[in-house]
């Protein structure tokens, strides 16, 4: 595990049996391995955590990972989104950063997530709350998608908005913008987290079913980290297809 971090650093895996697109997909099998299995062992096998648990209101999901020798936490509550899931989990629990890993992205990139943790090693008067991914869009289906959410920031890469129109709007065509999709992978301060777990949802977060807004809506900053790599999630019976060729 980690080594050398001022900071308690975890890793959680919030995961839900149910799924409105793919329900069961978690122990769906991925080439000989579940795909909650394969995220958990992909998280571990980083070494940039003190722990590692998955987060589950599921007993089949338990059982798979406790049977290989994993942590899991079971949810005591019904939460809305995997922050509050997160959150109840490590209410009681002495650590400093929790990053949330999505439990239908086994194709973790180690480099990504060290540059999350990164944010808060370098944060030395501790004034950033969470941070997170951003990867450039330049298609212009994938730009106007609802189902990709976009972010702009200000010049010091903290975020402004996110939203699933494409923003900002294109009214001078000229202005030569690059389009953001945020991926929803975060590193939290757990006081960060906890706040979000007892604040209220606001309007604006209800409108958008964006999650991250609520710390926008209540002052949180929010660093957000660009990389290339292609986050590959696990929605449909298709995407499980094409993640089966991409580990052969």
Request: proline content about 4%; overall charge negative; charged content about 30%.
């Amino acid at each position: 595990m980690k080594t050398g971090s001022k900071n308690k650093v975890i890793a959680m895996i919030p995961a839900r049996y149910e799924a409105s697109r793919f329900p069961g997909k978690l122990l769906q099998d991925l080439n000989g391995k579940t795909v909650i299995r394969r995220t958990y062992e992909a998280a571990v096998d980083t070494n940039l955590f003190d722990d590692v648990y998955v987060v589950t209101d599921s007993d089949k999901i338990e059982k798979e990972i406790r049977k290989h020798g994993g942590k899991v936490i079971m949810s005591q509550k019904e939460h809305e989104c995997g922050s509050d899931r997160i959150a109840e989990a490590v209410e009681n629990m002495e650590v400093d950063i929790v990053l949330n890993v999505q439990g239908d992205e086994p194709f973790i990139d180690k480099n990504s997530l060290a540059k999350l943790l990164d944010v808060f090693e370098q944060d030395q008067l501790k004034e950033i709350d969470l941070a997170s991914l951003k990867t450039a869009l330049y298609e212009s289906d994938d730009i106007t998608n609802p189902n990709n959410v976009k972010v702009i920031t200000d010049h010091n890469g903290f975020a402004l908005y996110f939203s699933r129109f494409p923003i900002p709007y294109p009214r001078d065509t000229s202005a030569q913008v690059t389009y953001f999709k945020h991926i929803g992978i975060y590193a939290f301060r757990k006081s960060a987290l906890m706040d979000f777990y007892r604040l209220p949802m606001l309007s604006l977060e209800a409108a958008e079913k964006i999650e991250c807004i609520r710390y926008l809506e209540y002052g949180k900053k929010i660093k957000m980290i660009e990389t290339s790599v292609k986050s590959i999630g696990i929605d449909t019976p298709e995407d499980l297809e094409k993640a089966r060729k991409l580990l052969d």
